[in-house]
């Protein structure tokens, strides 16, 4: 017999999880983690997004010990170096400008946590998965930069870019989850869900 999810937290606010989460039906609140993410722990940046993941989610279980919660951290990461959100202008030249012809990383970390009470086991289910997906840019000429960063989409991104909007069109290729990409791999999400017996 399968379960219906009672009550299910995204602990992000990123409107790109959130529209993923949508699109295969389920209900769910957003409640922001209030975790502050470091981001120069010395972890692989697979560990990393699992571990910043983790935290997110714990954080807001603390108020919500009911509540089945997601939380989700995504790094971009080439030749073993992460590169986190393009805060300024010179941020998203300088990351732009290294993925420029090359294969890197989108690796998004995923927690979900399954409170006792919703658990087919009747303990706590605190499971960890990292999404990693290669993505290779197409040389990009400097004008094609500017033009980009003057779109404004490349600014809290990580790598300075959205692969579901205008950043696109500088993707030769992808090996790997697009959802995982875009910020939630749904193929692992699902595979958690449907171990647990739970409705999609």
Do not use: C
């Not at 979900?112 to 840019?137: L, Y």
């Not at 909007?165 to 749904?186: R, T």
């Amino acid at each position: 017999m399968k379960k219906s999810l009672h009550t299910l937290i995204l602990a992000s606010t990123s409107p790109r999880r959130k529209d993923l989460l949508s699109q295969i039906g389920l209900t769910f609140t957003i409640v922001p983690s209030d975790f502050e993410e470091d981001m120069s722990l010395p972890l692989s940046p697979d560990m990393l997004t699992m571990h910043l993941s983790k935290e997110k989610a714990l954080a807001v279980a603390k108020d919500y010990p009911d509540a089945v919660i997601i939380g989700a951290d995504t790094v971009v990461a080439i030749d073993g170096a992460v590169l986190g959100k393009a805060h300024t202008k010179e941020d998203a030249q300088r990351m732009l400008s290294i993925l420029s012809g090359k294969t890197h990383q989108v690796i998004t970390g995923l927690t979900v946590i399954i409170p006792a009470g919703e658990s087919p086991t009747g303990v706590q289910i605190i499971e960890s998965v990292a999404s990693i997906n290669d993505v290779t840019f197409k040389p990009l000429a400097g004008e094609e930069i500017e033009w980009y960063i003057q779109t404004g989409e490349p600014l809290e991104k990580a790598g300075a870019y959205g692969i579901q909007g205008l950043g696109a069109m500088f993707v030769e290729k992808i090996e790997g989850s697009y959802s995982g990409i875009v910020g939630l791999p749904l193929e692992i999400l699902y595979e958690i869900f449907r171990r647990n017996d739970y409705m999609v």
